[in-house]
């Protein structure tokens, strides 16, 4: 069982919320997309409406020790900002340390303290049992609100968490595993699957595991060439991942048995590269010429996915269905988002990842049920794997 931040008493205490604010930066290091720092608001305003003392910690981008660069001091202005004054988001110079402790020690109830870049310190991603330690020594409550690093057994997620007397989740971990959890243990029916992206690899387990869940799974993307290599179909250029091909027949002969309908593309757009430079050429059938790949599912394709997708009462989408980043390559990942915003019965859940890229992208991500803000940790979720930081969080 799980214990959630409106549950506890938090007046006076020190309220530690491990956030995700690992934003994009772009060339001047301010703010591209502040989609994560939106969806922590409800957490961070809640902590300081009951009269906590709040830390947040988060980690940004991959530096290998302290860099300037990667500094959340963009993110604690641009947060300043989303809570409205009087609120004054501190920034720490470091995540650990006696500067450290000691503005923890002079928080006020309803202040907020922002600590500096968890990973400037190799020991989080290490899980150090003295660094988890010193985290925990600023908390009387902890709280993880960080779903994208729940896949992560680092010091913040999970090696701390013993060390807190008071441990539970926010309000966006708590919206993502009842939506997660919904479609993995009771979706409602007929349920569909869209998986796309570019490797057969990255997705076994996620097939292997809604396989029996669901009644048609949607293959787009680069991994479909991988099937339908397998079925026989010459597929060009086309990106294959050939040492999967005897799995992915196997995978297809496991729709069958399982009385799941395995869709693939039956046309294509194709270029002869993977770029903006290619002309496209509309491929009519499933055979793609040998000097071409296929780089998006073609029209017949979209026709037929959109009809499923709207016939659907829960859908779940991991994947883009083509090369969308190329404006010309990205109709299918539109069809797809488009259908899926049209289905207002449904349930709509978008894994992730460049799914979710492409979905806010699009404006269409307040249209979808929920839109998960782990790609990495949404796809081991529905792997049917137990996340280091949600079980971190279980109580007796």
Same mark, same amino acid.
């Given at each position: 069982?799980?214990? @959630?931040? &409106?549950?506890?008493?938090?007046?006076?205490?020190?309220?530690?919320?491990?956030?995700?604010?690992?934003?994009?930066?772009?060339?001047?290091?301010?703010?591209?997309?502040?989609?994560?720092?939106?969806?922590?608001?409800?957490?961070?305003?809640?902590?300081?409406?009951?009269?906590? #003392?709040?830390?947040?910690?988060?980690?940004?981008?991959?530096?290998?020790?302290?860099?300037?660069?990667?500094?959340?001091?963009?993110?604690?202005?641009?947060l300043s900002e989303l809570l409205g004054k009087p609120q004054e988001v501190i920034l720490a110079d470091d995540c650990v340390g006696d500067g450290v402790a000691k503005l923890v020690r002079e928080l006020k109830d309803g202040q907020v303290l922002m600590l500096e870049n968890l990973r400037f310190h190799k020991e989080e991603e290490g899980n150090g049992e003295a660094f988890a330690r010193e985290l925990a020594s600023f908390a009387d409550v902890y709280v993880n609100d960080?779903?994208?690093?729940?896949?992560?057994?680092?010091?913040?997620?999970?090696?701390?968490?013993? @060390?807190?007397?008071?441990?539970?989740?926010?309000?966006?971990?708590? #919206?993502?595993?009842? @939506? +997660?959890?919904?479609?993995?243990?009771?979706?409602?029916?007929?349920?569909?699957?869209? +998986?796309?992206?570019?490797?057969?690899?990255?997705?076994?387990?996620?097939?292997?595991?809604? +396989?029996?869940?669901?009644?048609?799974?949607?293959?787009?993307?680069?991994?479909?060439?991988?099937?339908?290599?397998?079925?026989?179909?010459?597929?060009?250029?086309?990106?294959?991942?050939?040492?999967?091909?005897? *799995?992915?027949?196997?995978?297809?002969?496991?729709?069958?048995?399982?009385?799941?309908?395995?869709?693939?593309?039956?046309?294509?757009?194709?270029?002869?590269?993977?770029?903006?430079?290619?002309?496209?050429?509309?491929?009519?059938?499933?055979?793609?010429?040998?000097? *071409?790949?296929?780089? &998006?599912?073609?029209?017949?394709?979209?026709?037929?996915?959109?009809?499923?997708?709207?016939?659907?009462?829960?859908?779940?989408?991991?994947?883009?269905?083509?090369?969308?980043?190329?404006?010309?390559?990205?109709?299918?990942?539109?069809?797809?988002?488009?259908?899926?915003?049209?289905?207002?019965?449904?349930?709509?859940?978008?894994?992730?990842? &460049?799914?979710?890229?492409?979905?806010?992208? +699009?404006?269409?991500?307040?249209?979808?049920?929920?839109?998960?803000?782990?790609?990495?940790?949404?796809?081991?979720?529905?792997?049917?794997?137990?996340?280091?930081?949600?079980?971190?969080?279980?109580?007796?």
């Open positions: 069982m799980v214990r @959630y931040i &409106d549950e506890l008493q938090l007046t006076g205490k020190r309220v530690f919320i491990r956030v995700d604010f690992n934003v994009p930066l772009d060339e001047r290091q301010a703010i591209a997309d502040d989609t994560r720092i939106r969806e922590a608001l409800p957490t961070v305003r809640k902590a300081i409406q009951m009269g906590g #003392k709040v830390v947040l910690a988060s980690h940004l981008g991959r530096p290998k020790g302290p860099e300037p660069k990667l500094s959340l001091e963009p993110v604690a202005a641009r960080a779903f994208g690093t729940a896949h992560r057994a680092h010091a913040s997620t999970a090696g701390m968490v013993p @060390y807190v007397k008071e441990k539970a989740a926010g309000f966006l971990m708590r #919206k993502e595993l009842e @939506y +997660l959890g919904r479609i993995l243990r009771s979706p409602e029916k007929p349920y569909v699957a869209i +998986l796309g992206g570019a490797k057969v690899s990255d997705k076994i387990k996620v097939i292997d595991n809604l +396989l029996p869940k669901v009644q048609a799974m949607l293959v787009g993307g680069a991994m479909a060439y991988t099937f339908l290599k397998a079925m026989g179909v010459e597929v060009g250029k086309s990106r294959v991942e050939m040492d999967k091909v005897p *799995l992915a027949s196997k995978l297809m002969e496991a729709a069958v048995r399982l009385g799941a309908e395995l869709l693939l593309p039956v046309d294509h757009l194709a270029g002869s590269e993977p770029s903006e430079k290619a002309e496209v050429k509309e491929i009519g059938e499933r055979a793609i010429p040998a000097d *071409l790949m296929g780089l &998006d599912i073609g029209p017949k394709t979209r026709a037929l996915y959109r009809e499923r997708v709207r016939a659907a009462r829960t859908v779940l989408w991991n994947g883009p269905m083509g090369l969308f980043e190329v404006e010309k390559f990205a109709a299918g990942t539109r069809a797809v988002a488009e259908a899926m915003a049209e289905n207002r019965e449904a349930t709509t859940v978008v894994g992730g990842g &460049d799914s979710a890229a492409a979905v806010n992208e +699009l404006g269409l991500g307040a249209k979808m049920s929920h839109v998960s803000t782990g790609g990495g940790a949404s796809l081991e979720f529905l792997e049917g794997k137990q996340l280091p930081g949600v079980k971190a969080l279980e109580i007796e």
